[in-house]
Every structure is written in C-alpha cells, then in structure tokens.
C-alpha cells in the first residue's frame, strides 16, 4: 500500500465518512461494474457520487467569498436598503453554513442532495449572467476522476484519528495540512 498527498477537500470528508466511500463504491459496482472503467456517460446514473461532489463544494467553496458587484439600481436584500451605486459582497462560505438555511450545516451529509433541485441552493459557482462559465466542466471532471479514484483504489487514513479539515487562510479555499493517505489497487467483484 503506497501513500499519496491531496489538499482536496472531497477526500478529506470521504475519509472521515467511510460509510459514504462505501456508498459510493457500491453505487459505482452496481451502474459500472468492473468490466470497464467509469466513462463520462456513466455519471448521469451516478446519482450519490454527485451528491457528493454537492455536499462537498457547499461545504468548501472554492472561492468563499465573491468578487465585488456593484448593485446597478435602488435595492433591499435582507432588510437593507442599499443605494444603487454600492459595492456588495457575497459570502458563499456562510450562506453553505447558516443553521436557516441548513439542518446541520457544518457536518458532511450528501444525502441532504436526493431531493429533487437542492443542488440549486449551492453558491459555489455563482449565480446569474456572472456565474462561472466552467461550473459544468467542473462538475463534470471532478465527477469522473472522484468516481475513477474509488473505482479503481481503495483509501485507508494513515492513522485512526480523523482527517484534519483545518482550513488554509486565502482568496480560495484549501486544506491548512495536505492529506496523506495509504492507497491500494482495488480488488474487483467478480462477475
């Protein structure tokens, strides 16, 4: 079993929560099966691994914290009278944790992602005509190397105690401590 280093938060939470590494291993065997390697047209039927990937960037926005609009006309968000001309920022990072808007938001539960367009609810990617023209791409790959990962390995901490999900300080999110973790190649069902 070798070791490998990873500053991404997916699988940090993955391996504080084997039960859900588990799900999705299980998910992937059942809609893949280990004749052939996960493809990008696999990923609609993978339901639970984009939960993940959900849970995940709500959880660890990448950018916590967007750039700066300038409201363009008279407006009043959230009991706020502001003047067209201000300067607003957005706190992606707290609205992915306010208590309001999420039952248990710091803890890592993709299942709060079967109901049908929670996913619109996430920040992450910004909103409207200045949303990131690359969320989709981004889901996408993210999507397939996660599912290509635990299709092909299995992951196991270093130690018993969880994975440190201290936050480095910056413009973009990233772990304080880079993850190090044993991996294998995974033993296949057979068929």
């Known amino acids: 079993m070798g070791t490998v280093k990873f500053s991404d938060p997916r699988w940090n939470s993955l391996l504080n929560h084997p039960e859900v590494m588990n ?15 996960v493809d990008e047209s696999d990923m609609s039927k993978l339901s639970y691994l984009q939960n993940i990937f959900h849970e995940t960037i709500r959880l660890h926005p ?20 502001l003047p067209k001309g201000t300067i607003l ?5 707290a ?22 367009n929670e996913a619109s609810s996430l920040l992450s990617f910004g909103l409207g005509r200045r949303a990131c023209p690359g969320a989709n791409l981004a889901q996408r790959t993210v999507g397939l190397s996660l599912a ?4 092909c390995f299995e992951w196991k901490r270093i130690g018993k105690e969880e994975v440190d999900m201290t936050e480095a300080k910056g413009i973009t999110i990233s772990r304080k401590n880079p993850l190090e973790v044993m991996c294998k190649a995974r033993q296949l069902p057979a068929i």
């Open 23 to 37: 799900k999705a291993k299980k998910e992937i065997d059942t809609h893949v099966g280990s004749n052939r390697l």
């Open 148 to 151: 290509l990962l635990i299709q």
């Open 62 to 81: 990448a950018a916590p914290l967007w750039s700066q609009h300038l409201a363009s006309e008279d407006c009043t968000i959230g009991g706020y009278n």
């Open 95 to 116: 609205i992915h944790h306010d208590p309001n808007l999420w039952s248990d938001p710091t803890q890592f539960k993709p299942e709060r992602f079967e109901k049908e």
């Open 89 to 93: 920022l957005v706190n992606a990072w």
